[in-house]
């Protein structure tokens, strides 16, 4: 009787790790799935020093701020002296804020002036 118990045994030790290593994951990353956009190593110059973005006629400034958001949370509406500006997924026209990328998931912010 004990062999037999000791068979079993190891039967259902088999089995365990056998559904274990089957349902094993290695992750590979999502790069290949998801939005991904690159990040500056520096901010561009002209960003820093003040300068507007001009988008669809109207002069967007930059503020002192970003927010955190993830590339999927963004579109891609264009590009200004070589930097992608991007919209929240969520907004529609007009656009209350436009973004640039500053840094992983960091997105600076740009507002129109009210006599623009």
Not at 3 to 31: E, P, R, W
Not at 32 to 60: C, M
Not at 75 to 80: C, L, T
Not at 91 to 101: A, M, N
Request: net charge neutral; hydrophobic share 35%; glycine share 8%.
């Amino acid at each position: 009787m004990g062999l037999i118990m000791q068979k079993f045994f190891y039967g259902f030790l088999s089995l365990i790790v056998l559904s274990c290593t089957s349902c094993a994951h290695t992750d590979n990353g999502n790069d290949g799935q998801l939005q991904s956009y690159a990040a500056p190593t520096i901010e561009a110059g002209w960003i820093r020093n003040g300068e507007p973005i001009l988008y669809e006629g109207q002069k967007w400034y930059a503020m002192r701020d970003v927010e955190n958001m993830m590339d999927i949370e963004v579109y891609q509406i264009g590009e200004y002296k070589g930097v992608q500006i991007f919209v929240d997924k969520l907004d529609v026209k007009p656009y209350q804020r436009i973004y640039t990328k500053f840094a992983k998931n960091k997105f600076r912010y740009f507002v129109r002036t009210k006599n623009d």
